[in-house]
């Protein structure tokens, strides 16, 4: 990551580091009978082959960890990891997990950025007793970061203490529940639930829609989500989130915020050509799980650097990929994304008002190919490279590029 020009001091300029990760994903059967029993095992473990505190994106030590490693006495570890276990009861078509979980639904979702993925602690239950229907409902206690071996409570930007598990406010109770009905094989409609004890609570809609035109096929992604405060958010500053506040002394105040968009997409010989749009109203910045260490939310806005969920922001996208296979080459693809987000308006620290109608892009390439067949069949190469510009006061612009090279064997 190279952080470039901007009005604020220019420490941390650039960061790079290198590691090899190693994950064993053990899923096991059921037992015989009306309940059937299981456990799930997620082994990882990541080994720095290149780092120094200065290049970790943690110059100071003073966080919990790096871009990629965690911190110990100030430098990026030699090797972190992580066992999780999660146990597992079947009735019928319904599921219970307790344990470890990687939920990727509208109001939850892991990141996987990094050396070693997100994961999160608690308990779920899913059903598709009912034909057509998937329930979902969960309780998450904790997460551990992508840079952590350890586990944390829950947070949000502004009271997450920016990477630093030590400072800010938490919670260890985030409760979500919905619905996906598949109305017919090409129409998908869903509700979620999400709420983060003493910050927020959000309510998602969402339409996914697939539809053969001509020789291609265009799919519509239609998301709406609606959040307010709970509990100490609404009154406590030291709960208080990211936002549009002018007038209040910290700059932050409860959560506040509507946001809608629809992205589009045509998928036609290889080729798919999308655009998109989406609007974020309302005092605060849009809201999710956000410990400080690296996370990712269900918008259609969330890239390789930015969110683009900004108090007021209103943000067009228009994307282009290409699968290789088409020309007889499988495995291989390239994709481009680029974004540009306007109608910012920041607050400072002092309440005051630091811009207004502000403006940010961002610009994604990404080039992959993983062996389709034969004796290397799995391996992958990944690059992703990414710009992100922006006139926001604070705000320095970065580019971005992330090497992965990658090899998945089944062991069974």
Request: charge should be negative; proline fraction near 3%; glycine fraction near 14%.
């Given at each position: 990551?190279?952080?470039?020009?901007?009005?604020?001091?220019?420490?941390?300029?650039?960061?790079?580091?290198?590691?090899?990760?190693?994950?064993?994903?053990?899923?096991?059967?059921?037992?015989?009978?009306?309940?059937?029993?299981?456990?799930?095992?997620?082994?990882?473990?990541?080994?720095?082959?290149?780092?120094?505190?200065?290049?970790?994106?943690?110059?100071?030590?003073?966080?919990?960890?790096?871009?990629?490693?965690?911190?110990?006495?100030?430098?990026?570890?030699?090797?972190?990891?992580?066992?999780?276990?999660?146990?597992?009861?079947?009735?019928?078509?319904?599921?219970?997990?307790?344990?470890?979980?990687?939920?990727?639904?509208?109001?939850?979702?892991?990141?996987?950025?990094?050396?070693?993925?997100?994961?999160?602690?608690?308990?779920?239950?899913?059903?598709?007793?009912?034909?057509?229907?998937?329930?979902?409902?969960?309780?998450?206690?904790?997460?551990?970061?992508?840079?952590?071996?350890?586990?944390?409570?829950?947070?949000?930007?502004?009271?997450?203490?920016?990477?630093?598990?030590?400072?800010?406010?938490?919670?260890?109770?985030?409760?979500?529940?919905?619905?996906?009905?598949?109305?017919?094989?090409?129409?998908?409609?869903?509700?979620?639930?999400?709420?983060?004890?003493?910050?927020?609570?959000?309510?998602?809609?969402?339409?996914?829609?697939?539809?053969?035109?001509?020789?291609?096929?265009?799919?519509?992604?239609?998301?709406?989500?609606?959040?307010?405060?709970?509990?100490?958010?609404?009154?406590?500053?030291?709960?208080?989130?990211?936002?549009?506040?002018?007038?209040?002394?910290?700059?932050?105040?409860?959560?506040?915020?509507?946001?809608?968009?629809?992205?589009?997409?045509?998928?036609v010989a290889g080729h798919t050509f999308g655009g998109g749009y989406q609007v974020?109203?309302?005092?605060?910045?849009?809201?999710?799980?956000?410990?400080?260490?690296?996370?990712?939310?269900?918008?259609?806005?969330?890239?390789?650097?930015?969110?683009?969920?900004?108090?007021?922001?209103?943000?067009?996208?228009?994307?282009?990929?290409?699968?290789?296979?088409?020309?007889?080459?499988?495995?291989a693809t390239a994709g481009l994304v680029y974004l540009r987000g306007d109608n910012?308006?920041?607050?400072?620290?002092?309440?005051?008002?630091?811009?207004?109608?502000?403006?940010?892009?961002?610009?994604?390439?990404?080039?992959?190919?993983?062996?389709?067949?034969?004796?290397?069949?799995?391996?992958?190469?990944?690059?992703?490279?990414?710009?992100?510009?922006?006139?926001?006061?604070?705000?320095?612009?970065?580019?971005?590029?992330?090497?992965?090279?990658?090899?998945?064997?089944?062991?069974?």
């Amino acid at each position: 990551t190279d952080n470039r020009d901007s009005a604020t001091p220019k420490n941390n300029n650039y960061q790079a580091e290198w590691g090899q990760a190693f994950v064993v994903d053990f899923q096991s059967g059921y037992t015989a009978g009306t309940v059937g029993f299981g456990v799930d095992a997620l082994a990882m473990l990541g080994v720095k082959l290149d780092s120094t505190q200065a290049k970790s994106g943690n110059p100071t030590g003073s966080l919990d960890g790096g871009t990629v490693f965690p911190t110990h006495d100030g430098q990026p570890a030699d090797s972190f990891g992580n066992v999780g276990l999660t146990a597992k009861a079947k009735i019928s078509k319904t599921e219970l997990k307790i344990g470890t979980l990687m939920p990727k639904l509208p109001v939850i979702q892991y990141n996987d950025g990094r050396l070693l993925p997100q994961t999160f602690e608690g308990g779920q239950i899913t059903s598709n007793d009912i034909k057509d229907v998937t329930l979902i409902a969960g309780q998450i206690d904790q997460a551990k970061g992508r840079n952590s071996s350890n586990y944390e409570n829950l947070s949000i930007s502004g009271a997450n203490g920016s990477g630093n598990s030590d400072i800010g406010e938490r919670s260890n109770k985030f409760y979500y529940g919905g619905v996906d009905y598949k109305v017919t094989k090409d129409l998908l409609l869903q509700y979620y639930y999400g709420e983060l004890n003493d910050f927020y609570k959000q309510h998602f809609v969402g339409l996914t829609h697939n539809w053969a035109i001509g020789p291609g096929v265009l799919k519509s992604d239609l998301r709406a989500f609606h959040s307010t405060d709970d509990g100490a958010n609404g009154n406590d500053s030291a709960f208080y989130t990211t936002g549009n506040y002018s007038g209040v002394a910290s700059g932050k105040g409860a959560v506040d915020n509507n946001l809608y968009s629809g992205l589009f997409l045509y998928t036609v010989a290889g080729h798919t050509f999308g655009g998109g749009y989406q609007v974020s109203n309302g005092s605060s910045d849009f809201p999710w799980l956000n410990q400080g260490d690296g996370s990712s939310n269900g918008t259609i806005t969330d890239m390789q650097i930015q969110k683009f969920g900004r108090a007021g922001e209103r943000t067009w996208q228009a994307r282009y990929s290409y699968d290789f296979a088409a020309l007889g080459f499988p495995g291989a693809t390239a994709g481009l994304v680029y974004l540009r987000g306007d109608n910012i308006d920041t607050v400072g620290s002092n309440g005051r008002s630091s811009g207004d109608n502000q403006s940010e892009w961002e610009r994604d390439l990404t080039l992959a190919y993983v062996v389709p067949e034969g004796t290397f069949k799995g391996l992958g190469f990944t690059w992703k490279n990414a710009m992100w510009r922006n006139d926001i006061a604070g705000q320095r612009d970065q580019d971005e590029n992330r090497v992965i090279l990658s090899y998945t064997l089944p062991l069974l």
